[in-house]
C-alpha cells in the first residue's frame, strides 16, 4: 500500500521530470507538476492514468521567477493542507566550449540550473521546518562528479547543484530528508537545446547508449518511499555500457 504524499515537481513537461510525475501519480501519490510549456503539461495530464488514490495537476511554472516559485508552493499548500516532497528537475543543457562565447546560454545554465533549485528550496523550506518533516530530491546529472569538453558550465551548474543539496542535508534537522539523483545518459529533450555543432556531434556520439527516464521515475519513487528514518542520500543511475 503506498503512503500517499504531496509532491511537487518542477520541469515537468518532458523527459525525466514527466515521467517521474506519471510514474507517482500511478504509484498513488498526489503530484502537483510545474513547467513552462503547457500544452506539454495538457498532454501529460491526458495520458496519465493515476491510481486510486492518486492524482496529477499542473500548472505552468518557470523556476527562474521566485515568486512563481513561492506562489507554486504555496498554492500547493492552499490546496492540499500540506507538501510531503519537493522534486527540483527543472534544467537545461545548451553546451559549448568555453571559447565558443556563448555566454546567454552560460546564464540560462545558471539561471535554470542554479537559481531554480534555490527558488525551490527557499519557498519550501519555510513549510517543511513548520510541520518538522519533508523531503527534497534534486536531479542533478553525473556531469556533477565529471567534466567532459563543452560541458563546463553545464558541469559546474550540476556541481553546485550537488554541492547544494549536499549542503542542505547537512544543516537541516533529520526529520527532514535530502535526495540527490544523478543520472547518466537518459533519453530526453535536453541535447535538442545545443546550438553549438561540434558540441551536438559530440553528443550525439556521447549519447549513443541510453536509458529511459522511467529508470530515474523509479530511483525517486523509492527514496521517496522508503521508511521516515531512512535517508537515501544519493544515487547515481546510468546505462550499463556509459563509462
Not at 158 to 165: D, G, M, N
Amino acid at each position: 500500500m503506498t503512503d500517499s504524499k504531496i509532491v511537487l515537481i518542477t520541469g515537468a513537461s518532458s523527459g525525466i521530470g514527466a515521467a517521474t510525475a506519471a510514474h507517482l501519480a500511478r504509484a498513488g501519490h498526489h503530484v502537483i507538476a510545474g513547467a513552462r510549456r503547457e500544452d506539454r503539461l495538457r498532454d501529460l495530464v491526458e495520458s496519465t492514468d493515476a491510481t486510486v488514490g492518486g492524482s496529477l495537476s499542473v500548472r505552468r511554472l518557470d523556476v527562474t521567477d521566485r515568486a512563481d516559485v513561492a506562489s507554486f508552493v504555496d498554492d500547493a499548500v492552499a490546496n492540499h493542507g500540506q507538501v510531503d516532497v519537493l522534486i527540483n528537475n527543472a534544467g537545461v543543457m545548451p553546451l559549448s566550449r568555453l571559447d565558443a562565447l556563448l555566454v546567454e546560454q552560460w546564464d540560462a545554465m545558471i539561471d535554470v540550473n542554479v537559481r531554480g533549485l534555490l527558488n525551490g528550496i527557499a519557498a519550501t523550506l519555510p513549510h517543511f521546518q513548520g510541520r518538522g518533516r519533508g523531503h527534497f530530491v534534486t536531479v542533478a546529472s553525473i556531469g556533477a562528479h565529471q567534466v567532459v569538453p563543452t560541458g563546463a558550465v553545464y558541469c559546474a551548474t550540476k556541481h553546485a547543484a550537488w554541492a547544494i543539496t549536499e549542503g542542505l542535508r547537512l544543516e537541516l534537522d533529520p526529520a527532514i530528508r535530502v535526495t540527490t539523483v544523478s543520472p547518466g545518459v537518459v533519453e530526453s529533450e535536453l541535447a535538442d537545446t545545443i546550438t553549438d555543432a561540434d558540441a551536438a556531434a559530440a553528443m550525439s556520439i556521447y549519447r549513443a547508449h541510453a536509458i529511459g527516464p522511467e529508470a530515474i521515475a523509479r530511483a525517486v519513487a523509492y527514496a521517496i518511499g522508503e521508511p521516515d528514518d531512512v535517508d537515501v542520500n544519493e544515487l547515481i543511475l546510468r546505462p550499463t555500457r556509459q563509462r
